[in-house]
């Protein structure tokens, strides 16, 4: 079945620069979701969007930001990247609105030196 | 705002044995859901379970099974026959039904559980 794919798997950025993470979520699933996770930690919860409109923002960064495409697939873009953006950042993808949980991608490891 | 509180920051397990993992929370919601997922060290998240608030009927899949106390606001995930596989971060997750942020899943801080040998 198909899954939730990110890419790139493992990101390596200097501060300052820019880094863009895609999501493909899985098809008919109407809501994607970002969420960032720091080392031992839960995930905090970004952005999401249903059915390509934002609908939900969390304690995102003004630094980033997230569109969804009309192929269903999003992009985080995040400038000015800092030390402390370094974490893995999760897409999810649900239907009916996340009443049946997530699915989850591998995420992307984004590591800010 | 919701908020999900998991007290066992780490907990382990003989294999074959069954481990409990706690979960509270709070909320002024009457419809919502509920649901635990599990971070193995290959660290993508799966869901494990699902419990809908307006059942009393606690859920069960196969060897995982929810002890849920509405009352109480408690949100408890039982492992059955543990094994090894079974050794991950373990985080419970609460979602409003609906009105603003529906559908956006508030996770506590998680339970890292090790399977033993």
């Known amino acids: 079945a198909a899954g939730v794919i990110q890419s790139p798997r493992h990101l390596i950025k200097e501060k300052r620069e820019t880094a863009t993470l895609k999501c493909y979520p899985i098809?008919?699933?109407?809501?994607v979701y970002w969420y960032q996770q720091g080392p031992g930690q839960d995930p905090q919860f970004l952005i999401s969007?249903?059915?390509?409109?934002?609908?939900d923002k969390g304690s995102i960064p003004d630094r980033f930001s997230a569109q969804q495409f009309s192929d269903y697939h999003s992009e985080l873009n995040m400038s000015s990247l800092e030390l402390g953006d370094s974490a893995l950042y999760f897409c999810?993808?649900?239907?009916?609105?996340?009443?049946?949980?997530?699915?989850f991608g591998s995420g992307t490891r984004l590591t800010v030196v | 705002a919701q908020t999900v509180t998991q007290s066992q920051p780490e907990m382990s397990v003989q294999e074959a044995e069954t481990v409990t993992l706690s979960c509270t929370y709070d909320?002024?919601?009457?419809?919502?859901?509920l649901f635990w997922y599990k971070q193995p060290p290959s660290r993508q998240m799966i869901l494990v379970i699902r419990?809908?608030?307006?059942?009393?009927q606690n859920a069960t899949e196969n060897r995982f099974s929810v002890n849920f106390q509405k009352a109480a606001k408690s949100f408890s995930l039982k492992i059955s026959d543990s094994q090894l596989g079974d050794t991950a971060m373990y985080f419970c997750?609460?979602?409003?039904?609906?009105?603003?942020?529906?559908?956006?899943?508030?996770f506590g801080d998680g339970t890292t559980l090790t399977v033993k040998p």
């Open positions: 419990q809908e608030a307006y059942k009393q």
């Open positions: 098809p008919r699933h109407d809501t």
């Open positions: 969007f249903y059915e390509k409109m934002q609908s």
């Open positions: 909320t002024s919601e009457n419809n919502y859901y």
């Open positions: 997750a609460f979602m409003k039904q609906a009105g603003t942020n529906a559908g956006k899943s508030t």
């Open positions: 999810a993808s649900s239907y009916d609105r996340g009443v049946f949980g997530y699915t």
